[in-house]
């Protein structure tokens, strides 16, 4: 007697093992079949998602995959083909990532789109400059922009703004930022005449840069002046174009504009964009602090930036204070932090803003005290501090800091007795500077808006409408008589 033996279905090799995941080399190609998918069908939007795609995949870039991918892309008997290959060594490692299902017989037969063309110069540059290759990156770099300032295709701009950014970050760190001024202004002036905005904006941020690590202010007003405006397209861009607007208004003292600019950039910069963020931050903080205004503590207690800002934090504090001997010490601990960030004049302007301040700390505190005793207070190292003393308060009281007068005779310094600040136009000044923000960030955020393009929906003339409304009129009476009829 033969007894039945249940069979259990035993899964297959191919079904228990998870497929692998795709190669960098396959990412790669992918991305390269977008470029060209966006370039047939004239799209920039498919060229800035290739794009953003080879940002993700920076990390993962390496010599094989390079060189696979710059052999599977380009005609190998084409220019670029031998000048790319030369950056890319290529390594005999068993355990290279390429793809086995491509070789040398399946290379595009095709015509290569200048679009693939410039974008393996834009995966190359990056990749050299991951691995700390600058002077080739320069060269690689500087070969890319011969190459595009020959090519005149909107869906090669996208490519070209990164290529531009990249173009002067090379050199700026091997510190020939000012070899390739002229070049910049001449990309520049190639973009204004083939209204390429988006390489305009980058290109204007690049000379700003560039004009502002040589100190070099006034001529960036006059560029920044002159240059075409337009709405932003970039948001990356933007934000640096409002940093270095507020860095301009700094140095030219008009603190409330900078003020607006670089708190509107690190408000409007990604959250991922951290360095940028702290730098805004740190500009805010002077200028906030040469205006008169102290700023909040939340502000020095953001996520990730305590430790880039507890220098600043110490210098608000000392000017919160109004004690001049602290000040001096904050700014000789870190000196060196403050010449690195670039703001090390500025907090020599703020001398007189700690000085304001322990002033005013003294006549709220005492109705009569005097000048050498506010000498005193306010540690005042010179030859003659009485003499100081005297001069401060003078052009304290002339500019409004303080509410006193001067008694010369027994060298007094009397205090008026302070009123009611609900009885003076201050709580308007304030809530009408709120509400202007509020309704500033309205505007921006509607502005920011996007709306479908109206090109397809065609517009309705005066005949065509009458025409229209005169058949609805006709249909409705028509519909009146059949109702009349069936009663």
Same mark, same amino acid.
């Given at each position: 007697?033969?007894?039945?033996?249940?069979?259990?279905?035993?899964?297959?090799?191919?079904?228990?093992?998870?497929?692998?995941?795709?190669?960098?080399?396959?990412?790669?190609?992918?991305?390269?079949?977008?470029?060209?998918?966006?370039?047939?069908?004239?799209?920039?939007?498919?060229?800035?998602?290739?794009?953003?795609?080879?940002?993700?995949?920076?990390?993962?870039?390496?010599?094989?995959?390079?060189?696979a991918f710059i052999d599977y892309a380009l005609v190998p008997g084409s220019d670029p083909h031998p000048r790319l290959s030369s950056y890319l060594p290529k390594e005999d490692d068993q355990a290279m990532e390429t793809d086995t299902a491509t070789s040398a017989a399946q290379t595009h037969a095709k015509q290569l789109s200048p679009e693939l063309e410039i974008y393996c110069y834009f995966v190359v540059l990056l990749f050299l400059i991951d691995q700390k290759r600058y002077?080739?990156?320069?060269?690689?770099?500087?070969?890319?922009?011969?190459?595009?300032?020959?090519?005149?295709?909107?869906?090669?701009?996208?490519?070209?703004?990164?290529?531009?950014?990249?173009?002067?970050?090379?050199?700026?760190?091997?510190?020939?930022?000012?070899?390739?001024?002229?070049?910049?202004?001449?990309?520049?002036?190639?973009?204004? +005449? &083939?209204?390429?905005?988006?390489?305009? @904006?980058?290109?204007? $941020?690049?000379?700003?840069?560039? !004009? =502002?690590? #040589?100190?070099?202010?006034?001529?960036?007003?006059? +560029? &920044?002046?002159?240059?075409?405006?337009? @709405?932003?397209?970039? $948001?990356?861009?933007?934000?640096? !174009? =409002?940093? #270095?607007?507020?860095?301009?208004?700094?140095?030219? +003292?008009?603190?409330?504009?900078?003020?607006?600019?670089?708190?509107?950039?690190?408000?409007?910069?990604?959250?991922?964009?951290?360095?940028?963020?702290?730098?805004?931050?740190?500009?805010?903080?002077?200028?906030?602090?040469?205006?008169?205004?102290?700023?909040?503590?939340?502000?020095?207690?953001?996520?990730?930036?305590?430790?880039?800002?507890?220098?600043?934090?110490?210098?608000?504090?000392?000017?919160?204070?109004?004690?001049?001997?602290?000040?001096?010490?904050?700014?000789?601990?870190?000196?060196?932090?403050?010449?690195?960030?670039?703001?090390?004049?500025?907090?020599?302007?703020?001398?007189?803003?700690?000085?304001?301040?322990?002033?005013?700390?003294?006549?709220?505190?005492?109705?009569?005290?005097?000048?050498?005793?506010?000498?005193?207070?306010?540690?005042?190292?010179?030859?003659?501090?009485?003499?100081?003393?005297?001069?401060?308060?003078?052009?304290?009281?002339?500019?409004?800091?303080?509410?006193?007068?001067?008694?010369?005779?027994?060298?007094?310094?009397?205090?008026?007795?302070?009123?009611?600040?609900?009885?003076?136009?201050?709580?308007?000044?304030?809530?009408?500077?709120?509400?202007?923000?509020?309704?500033?960030?309205?505007?921006?955020?509607?502005?920011?808006?996007?709306?479908?393009?109206?090109?397809?929906?065609?517009?309705?003339?005066?005949?065509?409408?009458?025409?229209?409304?005169?058949?609805?009129?006709?249909?409705?009476?028509?519909?009146?008589?059949?109702?009349?009829?069936?009663?």
């Amino acid at each position: 007697m033969t007894q039945d033996v249940e069979m259990k279905d035993h899964p297959t090799p191919s079904q228990s093992l998870p497929p692998p995941p795709p190669s960098t080399l396959h990412h790669l190609k992918e991305i390269a079949s977008v470029i060209e998918n966006g370039s047939k069908s004239n799209e920039v939007r498919r060229i800035g998602r290739a794009v953003r795609l080879t940002i993700a995949l920076r990390r993962r870039l390496t010599a094989p995959v390079l060189a696979a991918f710059i052999d599977y892309a380009l005609v190998p008997g084409s220019d670029p083909h031998p000048r790319l290959s030369s950056y890319l060594p290529k390594e005999d490692d068993q355990a290279m990532e390429t793809d086995t299902a491509t070789s040398a017989a399946q290379t595009h037969a095709k015509q290569l789109s200048p679009e693939l063309e410039i974008y393996c110069y834009f995966v190359v540059l990056l990749f050299l400059i991951d691995q700390k290759r600058y002077n080739e990156a320069k060269d690689c770099s500087t070969a890319s922009i011969v190459r595009l300032k020959s090519l005149n295709s909107r869906t090669v701009d996208v490519i070209a703004s990164r290529l531009y950014f990249y173009y002067s970050y090379s050199y700026e760190l091997t510190g020939d930022l000012a070899e390739i001024r002229g070049n910049l202004l001449a990309l520049h002036r190639i973009t204004t +005449l &083939r209204h390429d905005e988006l390489g305009q @904006e980058t290109l204007l $941020n690049l000379l700003l840069r560039n !004009y =502002l690590h #040589y100190n070099l202010y006034d001529q960036a007003e006059k +560029l &920044r002046s002159k240059a075409p405006r337009f @709405e932003a397209h970039s $948001n990356q861009q933007f934000c640096r !174009y =409002l940093f #270095y607007l507020g860095q301009i208004r700094t140095i030219q +003292l008009e603190y409330t504009d900078a003020k607006e600019s670089l708190l509107q950039a690190a408000r409007k910069a990604p959250v991922a964009a951290r360095g940028f963020r702290i730098q805004c931050n740190k500009w805010a903080v002077i200028v906030r602090l040469l205006l008169g205004e102290i700023p909040e503590r939340t502000v020095f207690m953001q996520g990730g930036m305590e430790k880039a800002l507890r220098p600043y934090f110490e210098l608000t504090n000392a000017v919160r204070i109004g004690d001049l001997e602290l000040f001096r010490s904050v700014a000789e601990k870190y000196a060196t932090t403050f010449n690195t960030d670039r703001t090390h004049n500025l907090i020599v302007r703020l001398r007189h803003n700690v000085i304001r301040t322990g002033l005013r700390n003294i006549s709220i505190s005492y109705s009569r005290i005097s000048l050498a005793d506010v000498a005193h207070k306010l540690r005042l190292n010179s030859a003659n501090p009485v003499a100081d003393a005297e001069s401060i308060v003078a052009k304290a009281i002339r500019d409004g800091a303080i509410d006193a007068t001067l008694d010369h005779t027994n060298g007094w310094m009397v205090s008026k007795e302070t009123g009611d600040i609900y009885s003076t136009n201050e709580p308007q000044l304030a809530f009408n500077s709120r509400i202007a923000f509020c309704l500033n960030m309205h505007n921006e955020a509607v502005r920011a808006l996007r709306f479908p393009p109206n090109t397809l929906k065609e517009k309705e003339s005066a005949e065509k409408r009458r025409e229209r409304q005169q058949q609805e009129q006709e249909l409705a009476k028509h519909i009146e008589e059949e109702d009349d009829d069936d009663f």
